[in-house]
């Protein structure tokens, strides 16, 4: 058994580079909340055509051109291609390529969602800092942290702007979208619906975790439904379902482990995390090794009774 030591003057896994201790650590667990995502008050009464988040009646009359991923989050993927696949379609577009552009929120909306940009942004560059200091790279941090919530909330805004975009043979004219798909970004659908990780990688790969090579958006479908998607950065695939029973989507408990608590990444004894903060969900850690994918997962038993009063730096309330 392996025990997660974060000490309290180590930088927040928050990234927001104060102490741990004096910043999202409280009383031995993590405070983290889901960004709110609601645009700034009063409401505007407005219902822009296009925008995909109308049914709030709180649209601005301007639509907003952005890349359906964000800025930030294109600077950390940098590889250049991005790779659009459903179950009988698949087509790579180079990043920079204008036809990934949506007109599908209101400048409004597209403001109010720009902090799970920011926390997706912050998401991967965890994994690719993560990848470098496995490799030899210096690292500051071992520990990072985010409210899950953010980061599902990240994979249904990609999804529909790919959906509204057709950027696939999936699209508003051939399949459609349950009405609560829109409303997560308001409330969390809870299980078993939300972010699942793959457990197990691809055979000859389990095990290994990639950054590098194309980042891959695949839409999953029940019938003429739109009910999930897996959003892929290299070889490290995670998958958002929101509709119907995940099993039916090659889901289950052999293969996927259903909002994680931890994802911890490891090469002998060199360790690092990423904690997924959910409210009231203790999930299971998941480990992944980088490079041999039969490594034994490290062990700090001896260790583990003088850490005993440090806090468990992936506990949430
Ligand atoms: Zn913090
Ligand atoms: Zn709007």
Not at 111 to 127: N, V
Not at 233 to 246: D, K, R, V, W
Request: overall charge positive; charged content about 25%; hydrophobic content about 30%.
């Amino acid at each position: 058994m392996y025990t997660l030591v974060c000490p309290p003057d180590s930088p927040c896994g928050c990234g927001s580079g104060r102490e741990f201790g004096k910043c999202c650590l409280k009383d031995g667990n993590i405070r983290t909340k889901p960004k709110l995502l609601d645009p700034p008050k009063p409401t505007t009464g407005h219902t822009h055509p296009k925008c995909a988040l109308n049914w709030t009646n709180d649209c601005d009359p301007k639509i907003s051109g952005d890349h359906f991923v964000s800025k930030s989050v294109l600077k950390v993927l940098g590889g250049g291609r991005i790779k659009i696949t459903t179950r009988d379609f698949s087509r790579e577009h180079s990043l920079d390529s204008s036809s990934l552009k949506t007109k599908k929120l209101c400048r409004r909306h597209n403001s109010a969602l720009s902090p799970i940009d920011a926390e997706a942004a912050r998401f991967f560059s965890a994994f690719v800092s993560i990848h470098g200091a496995l490799e030899g790279l210096n690292a500051s941090q071992k520990f990072y942290f985010f409210s899950g919530i953010d980061i599902d909330r990240w994979m249904i805004k990609t999804l529909l702007m790919v959906y509204y975009a057709k950027l696939s043979n999936i699209t508003p004219d051939t399949h459609n979208l349950p009405v609560h798909a829109k409303k997560m970004f308001t409330w969390d659908l809870g299980s078993p619906y939300g972010i699942y990780f793959r457990t197990k990688m691809d055979s000859g790969d389990e095990g290994r975790f990639r950054v590098e090579g194309a980042t891959t958006v695949q839409i999953h479908t029940a019938g003429k439904t739109v009910v999930g998607v897996t959003i892929s950065l290299g070889g490290f695939p995670m998958t958002l379902i929101f509709h119907g029973n995940p099993r039916k989507f090659g889901i289950s408990k052999e293969s996927h482990a259903y909002r994680p608590k931890n994802l911890v990444f490891f090469k002998g004894d060199d360790v690092y995390c990423i904690a997924m903060a959910y409210p009231k969900w203790k999930g299971e850690d998941i480990w992944i090794s980088n490079g041999d994918s039969n490594a034994p997962i490290p062990s700090n038993e001896s260790a583990e009774q003088a850490d005993a009063d440090k806090p468990d730096p992936a506990s949430s309330d």
